[in-house]
């Protein structure tokens, strides 16, 4: 099992929906998350921590299942902008080493 | 701006050749970390850097080394490039148990190998 795992879509959807992508890790000592953002052919850039108690930015939510050992991004009223590479980053226990997934492509179409 | 810059942008090599490639880590970072990504794949971690020592390797070969320097700087070097070695290199500036444990980026070293 990949230590860190997710779909790579792509998910398609229309301007101002709802998207959602979970991300699951296989270490349960892992200790912080997080979700980048990276756009075509660009470098990632953080979006937002994953918090244990889960956290929101504007139209982002991010939410942590320890016991189920994944996390989530919840985007709301979707913009074209948003159209990238999501990626799922995860710093396992005792090691300050981040590992990603593989990235979650959304594109948001008019 | 990350303040994270890499050089060369973009490189050319064939099979057989060696490459160097170069980061300068954001001020008051202490730690580098290399990843490779691929086409459609998530950044691989390659190594990382503290205080000029190595403090971690992924899965990659030891023809594949580095090194930081005094200023927190740091250098990537593969030997005998292979064809499937082509890819985005980036660089990634944080400061060691950092808090947020932000990794900054740069813009990355696209390598191709022919």
């Known amino acids: 099992r990949k230590e860190v795992e997710q779909d790579p879509g792509p998910f398609n959807v229309p301007e101002g929906a709802t998207v959602a992508f979970n991300c699951t890790y296989s270490n349960s000592a892992s200790q912080s998350f997080f979700w980048y953002r990276q756009d075509c052919r660009k470098e990632p850039k953080l979006l937002m921590s994953v918090y244990s108690s889960g956290n929101e930015d504007g139209r982002f939510t991010a939410q942590l299942n320890r016991a189920s050992q994944y996390i989530s991004l919840l985007i709301r009223d979707s913009k074209l902008s948003d159209s990238a590479t999501y990626l799922c980053v995860v710093n396992p226990g005792g090691s300050y080493i981040p590992t990603f997934g593989r990235g979650t492509s959304l594109i948001v179409h008019p | 701006e990350t303040g994270v810059t890499q050089s060369p942008t973009h490189l050319i090599k064939t099979r057989g050749q060696q490459v160097t490639l170069r980061c300068s880590s954001q001020s008051g970072h202490n730690t580098v970390s290399w990843y490779q990504q691929a086409l459609g794949q998530g950044p691989q971690f390659i190594f990382q850097?503290?205080?000029?020592?190595?403090?971690g390797r992924g899965n990659f070969p030891p023809r594949f080394s580095g090194l930081q320097f005094p200023n927190y700087s740091s250098e990537l070097n593969v030997n005998a490039l292979e064809l499937d070695d082509s890819a985005l290199y980036l660089c990634?500036?944080?400061?060691?148990?950092?808090?947020?444990?932000?990794?900054?980026f740069g813009e990355g070293s696209r390598l191709t190998v022919l």
């Open positions: 990634a500036s944080s400061s060691y148990r950092g808090d947020t444990g932000e990794l900054f």
């Open positions: 850097y503290y205080r000029e020592e190595e403090n």
